[in-house]
C-alpha cells in the first residue's frame, strides 16, 4: 500500500477562521513532509518531520502550525491566513528523511481557498 | 547551489509517440539522488523513476526510462508509445544535501489522439 491520504480535498475559509489539514499514511515511513503549490509552479517544501520530530521549518509563517501526534499522522493547523495562501497544500512520506534513496509518496493535496 | 532546470514550459506529442523531457541539474555533492514526477490536472504527485548518482545503468519503470549522463548533468525521461492519459505536468527533481527534494519548473505534456 503506497498510500498517502489528505483530508479535506478542498477547504474555503475566511482569515479569521481556524482549520486544520490532516495527512496520514500506513507504510511506515518515519518522514512527513508538507509543500505548499501555487498554480503552475513547482511545490515548494514547508516543514519535514522526521520520526515525530519538526526537522525543517522554511522559514513559514507562524500562521501555519504543523503537528504530528504519531508515526502515522501529520496535521497542519491554520489560524488567521491571507488570500495569497491560497494553493494545494501536499503531504507526502519517504522511509527516512536524510538520503537520496528514497522517494517521497505524494497524497492528493488540499485545495485552499482563502476569502 | 542546488538547481533543477526543465526548459520545455510545454510539449505536444502524438499518441503512440515517444517523448523525451528534458532535465538538467546542478550539484556538488557526489552522492544525489534524481527522480521524476507526474501530476494530473486532479493534483497528485506520482512517483515515476529514480535514479542514484552512483547507478551504473539507467533506471527504467516499464514505459518510462530515465536517460542519465552524468557527465553532463542531466537526467532526460524518457516515455515510450505515449497515451492519453499521460497528459500531465511533469516534474523532474533532484535530492539536495539539504535534506530536501528541489523540483524543477515542469513541462506539461499534451498527448494528441
Known amino acids: 500500500d503506497t498510500e498517502v491520504t489528505q483530508t479535506p480535498k478542498h477547504l474555503v475559509m475566511g482569515m479569521t477562521n481556524k482549520k486544520s489539514l490532516k495527512c496520514e499514511q500506513h507504510?511506515?515511513?518515519?518522514?512527513m513532509y508538507w509543500y505548499k503549490q501555487k498554480a503552475k509552479k513547482p511545490p515548494e517544501l514547508m516543514f519535514v518531520?522526521?520520526?515525530?520530530?519538526?526537522?525543517i521549518n522554511e522559514s513559514v509563517p507562524s500562521r501555519f502550525s504543523p503537528e504530528c501526534p504519531n508515526s502515522s499522522l501529520l496535521n497542519l493547523h491554520l489560524h488567521a491566513l491571507q488570500p495569497e495562501d491560497s494553493a494545494l497544500y501536499l503531504c507526502?512520506?519517504?522511509?527516512?528523511?536524510?538520503?537520496?534513496?528514497?522517494?517521497?509518496?505524494f497524497g492528493p493535496g488540499t485545495r485552499l481557498t482563502v476569502t | 547551489a542546488q538547481k533543477i532546470t526543465q526548459t520545455q514550459p510545454g510539449m505536444f506529442v502524438q499518441e503512440k509517440e515517444a517523448v523525451t523531457l528534458d532535465c538538467t541539474y546542478d550539484?556538488?555533492?557526489?552522492?544525489?539522488?534524481l527522480f521524476w514526477y507526474k501530476q494530473p490536472s486532479s493534483g497528485e504527485m506520482i512517483f515515476l523513476i529514480y535514479?542514484?548518482?552512483?547507478?551504473?545503468q539507467n533506471a527504467t519503470e516499464g514505459r518510462y526510462s530515465l536517460n542519465f549522463q552524468k557527465a553532463r548533468k542531466s537526467a532526460n525521461l524518457v516515455i515510450s508509445a505515449s497515451q492519453l492519459g499521460d497528459s500531465a505536468m511533469y516534474f523532474c527533481a533532484m535530492y539536495s544535501s539539504a535534506s530536501k527534494i528541489i523540483f524543477g519548473s515542469g513541462t506539461r505534456l499534451s498527448i494528441r489522439p
Open positions: 507504510m511506515g515511513h518515519r518522514a
Open positions: 518531520y522526521s520520526y515525530e520530530k519538526l526537522s
Open positions: 550539484t556538488s555533492d557526489p552522492s544525489y539522488g
Open positions: 535514479q542514484g548518482s552512483y547507478d551504473q
Open positions: 507526502a512520506s519517504s522511509q527516512v528523511e536524510g538520503s537520496g534513496s528514497y522517494e517521497q509518496y
